[in-house]
């Protein structure tokens, strides 16, 4: 099974289908601080292959981002296949902005559309929104997991060997990131826009002061760290050691060693921590 189809039991799944591969990676990193599960797709044919394997699994797709222009048939075309098997909810993300193009999209069964340049936070908002208004619910938390530190996505909650651990909005959103992108190197630029998002004009070194703070929180020893590794040139990436079973996604619920899921002592919601 490749890591794309690896799901979050309780967790609403995603479906994004663009041809623009930093939309794509964008996308993906604000679906999953937002505690969703991404399958992305850069083909038509390949969205259609995912969407139709998520249908009768514990996770089918919830919401569909479509782009308009794909490289083997038009996101109208997805769209209309689409309408014939389910009514989830798609969101058209596209260039085209005449009126025309945008009620042509709706008319084929489209929920709302989103035009390039989009703000990532707005799209988060029309997700949300199009989720609550298809109605259902999602079901249960679930842990990340890497080493003996957990994240509790539900509760916005981190803790190290069961104790809490303190973070601010900029330094939860940036472990989120890590931990769901497994063994991904990140770029400085890739972490400010998964955090700030794509209009924010600070400078690229700042994502280090905010490493230094976090590590200065999570691990043993801030010098030699274990779980936040520098790869000089490139970015950031989430250690992983033998020991450790790295971005692990375990329902709530359910066992798991390496995942202890006792109660940790209540600390304020973290995505209202200062930044």
């Known amino acids: 099974m490749s890591r794309n189809k690896i799901t979050m039991k309780g967790k609403r799944t995603i479906l994004v289908v663009d041809d623009e591969v930093k939309i794509l990676s964008l996308v993906k990193s604000y679906l999953e ?16 292959e995912l969407f139709e394997e998520s249908e009768g699994s514990q996770n089918p797709v919830s919401l569909i981002l479509l782009d308009l222009m794909l490289p ?3 996101g109208e075309e997805f769209c209309k296949k689409v309408r014939q098997a389910s009514d989830i909810p798609i969101i058209m993300i596209t260039a085209k902005v005449d009126e025309a193009s945008i009620i042509r999209g709706l008319n084929l069964g489209a929920d ?5 340049p989009f703000s990532p936070r707005q799209l988060m908002a029309r997700v949300a929104a199009a989720l609550r208004r ?9 842990f990340l997991c890497c080493g ?3 994240i509790d996505t539900e509760k916005r909650i981190v803790s190290r060997s069961g104790k809490a651990v303190n973070l601010t909005r900029d330094e939860y959103n940036i472990l989120i990131l890590f931990m769901s992108g497994r063994a991904k190197i990140f770029t400085r630029e890739e972490i400010l826009e998964a955090v700030k998002g794509d209009a924010y004009e600070g400078f690229d070194r ?7 703070r976090l590590r200065a929180k999570i691990e043993d020893d801030p010098r030699s760290p274990r ?10 990436r989430l250690g992983a050691p033998e020991s450790m079973r790295t971005g692990e996604r375990v329902p709530a619920g359910s066992r798991n060693t390496a995942c202890p899921q006792e109660k940790v002592s209540p600390i304020e919601k ?4 200062t930044p």
């Open 33 to 48: 601080i937002n505690g969703y599960t991404a399958l992305c797709a850069k083909t038509g044919r390949e969205g259609m």
């Open 72 to 74: 083997d048939f038009s």
């Open 112 to 116: 709302d559309y989103v035009c390039k």
């Open 134 to 142: 298809s109605g259902g619910r999602e079901t249960g938390g679930a």
């Open 148 to 150: 003996d530190l957990t």
């Open 206 to 212: 700042s994502v280090d002061s905010h490493i230094k």
């Open 227 to 236: 779980y936040i590794l520098t790869v000089y040139g490139m970015g950031y």
């Open 270 to 273: 973290i995505a209202g921590g």
